[in-house]
């Protein structure tokens, strides 16, 4: 069968390609299957409470979900949030040995399991009833993650989801992490007064602020920062500007 583009309809293919950086693009064309096994080899192993739970293949079902993850910009960019998304969950999932930023995605409850059920679980580690509440309503399962909080740990694709759903979602006063990541996101003067700038260290704020930052160097945001740093090796990609938070105020502070 033969067929023809007409040229303005190339025109405004071309013209697409240039307003969202990217030509039918997924994020499965980024993170491949063997990448996601060169990045999160760990996961399976025996030492692992999580082992079997993070799959490839419910990765990418749970990010299709969010069409503009890992997908927005250039390819450089594209790359970029990819490797801080997997940097930070890799540091909340953490089951390496120090220093070595390859033990991501090993757990997927966290150890401290006291008080109400809405500790830890999943990639990002999605905690407090506000956050269940937030996630099930933005993954479209209403109240489910309410009544029954274990889904994150039991259910891949809604596991994966919840952490997605938090990555791409502006809370209060913080940005979204992917705002921060793919440069959308302009400080305000209560930033600013913060030392609050673009960069992977804003991120850090917004995830675990409260406890990681504003507190000089130490090593859970060293830790985040090794993994970050790994993955945009693996992907060829620059880390940019203002890695860490160690002089920010974090968000809960204003």
Sequence with gaps: MEFS??????SCLFFLFLITGTLAQNIGSIVTKDLFEQMLSFRNNDVCPGKGFYTYEAFITAANSFSAFGTTGDDTARKKEVAAFFGQTSHETNGGSAGTFTGGYCFVREGNQMGSGFYGRGPIQLTGQSNYEGAGRGIG??????NNPDK????????????????????DNKPSCHDVIIGRWTPSPADTSANRKPGYGVITNIINGGIECGKGRNDAVENRIGFYKRYCG?????????LDCYDQRNFTQG
């Design 5 to 10: 583009v007409s040229p303005v309809a190339l």
């Design 141 to 146: 399962v209403g109240q489910d993650l309410v």
């Design 152 to 171: 994150v740990a039991t259910d891949r694709v809604i596991s994966f989801k919840t952490a997605i759903w938090y990555w791409m979602t502006a809370q």
């Design 234 to 242: 693996m992907l060829n990609v620059p880390t940019g500007d203002n």
